[in-house]
């Protein structure tokens, strides 16, 4: 990930610290006396009772205050220095379960933990070692429950464990509350940048993203091939959207570079204008915009108001907001190796004056923008004016984005939820999407 950390430790490893750990990466680092450090620490062993809980729960909270680290639990030590391998013997899933139980209930907040199982790869299968990574965090500081009846924040400083003084620990929630407001400044200023870039005449679905933790892309040569391969590959992969409608299309591996950002390939209309905005920012941020009703098939067989640039589909609505908040996922995750929570802001906007007043919120019975029949709006849709509906604001988990299509398609109806409410209607249909949720293993109901 982006904590500034993690190639040191991973240098001792030999591998990128995730799931594809092996013993042999623990033997590297121990064969080369690898040291503890502020964000490093070897533990012989995981306890079972109270005292052990509280330990680690201290070790992790001290982690979290201090930007982050990992701990690998069956390492020994000698003043510091990785010394001796002692596997622990696992018990199913028990352990990892029991590091984020007791993060949950004894962390306040609970920072963010990503907790392997490591096999130690000899004839005990049954043996390995338990390696915590602590991520960096923007809700420092992080506070434990002592004896039940108070709250201590402890810190590491260099190889040990202290306790943040009062002094300290109010400057730290200084911190927290002006980074939430930087991030509430960046996206407004990414919104607004964004827009300007959007066609004139054009009724666009825009999706900002500005994640809770900064990444730290550095956009080399060499790093824009890979940003050219891994955007073929989502084009390849059928691009973004729910449900399995591509969105970043004709891509092509074209990638253009500007000041902090690149922007992911190319889609412009019969006169040469872009009609797809998807830029990735090197801290994390994406800004996605896309006109929608552009099928011109439509525009010709429905005058006014079903053509032209007055109708607004409900399932158009939802594909688009998907494909942003996936884009805004994979980038941050797959790019910039940052995760999380983060703040996204949805518009339906325009930027010039043709279309400014939608005749309400339509659907296509048999599949959206398909056609075969006249579109039908929603009987307790009304008319609105594009100026009056007000951006939706909330905080996406990008992680659950990512790696899971129910909390993706979750976090797609909760974003709409507050865009189709400015046309009279309650919530989305889910209908028109249970087919896809079948396919990817989770049910609507």
Known sequence: MSEPWRWSIEKLLGERIGPDLRGGHICSLVQAQGRESQHLEFKRELGSDDKDNFELAKDIAAMANAG???????IGDNNGAACEMVP???????Q???????AQGRIHPSPRLDVFWVEAGDSSADKGYLMVVVRDSALAPHAVTKDKEYLAYPIRTGTQTTYLTES???SRYRDRFQLSANRQDRLKNLMKQGLKKCKPDEVYVAVGVVPEQTGSLRLTSSELGRIQEWAANLERNGGLGIPDRPVLDRVGGVVTVGQRHVRIGQMRDVAGADTRISEGWSDGSTFFAKPFNLNLDIRRRFPAPYGGYVVAYDEEIVWLVSAGLKFAALWAGDRCSVGGEALAEIRLCGTGTQGRDLAGLYYVAEHPCKVSDRPDRYPESSEVRLDSIEPASLTVDLDAIRESPKDWFEATMMAVVEIFQAFGIAEPRREPYREWAERNAFSLD
């Not at 622990?88 to 028990?94: G, P």
């Not at 990892?96 to 007791?102: I, K, P, S």
């Open 68 to 74: 982050g680290g990992v701990i690998i639990y069956g």
């Open 88 to 94: 622990l013997t696992r018990d199913e899933t028990k």
């Open 96 to 102: 990892e379960q029991r590091v984020y139980a007791v």
């Open 168 to 170: 300290q620990i109010a």
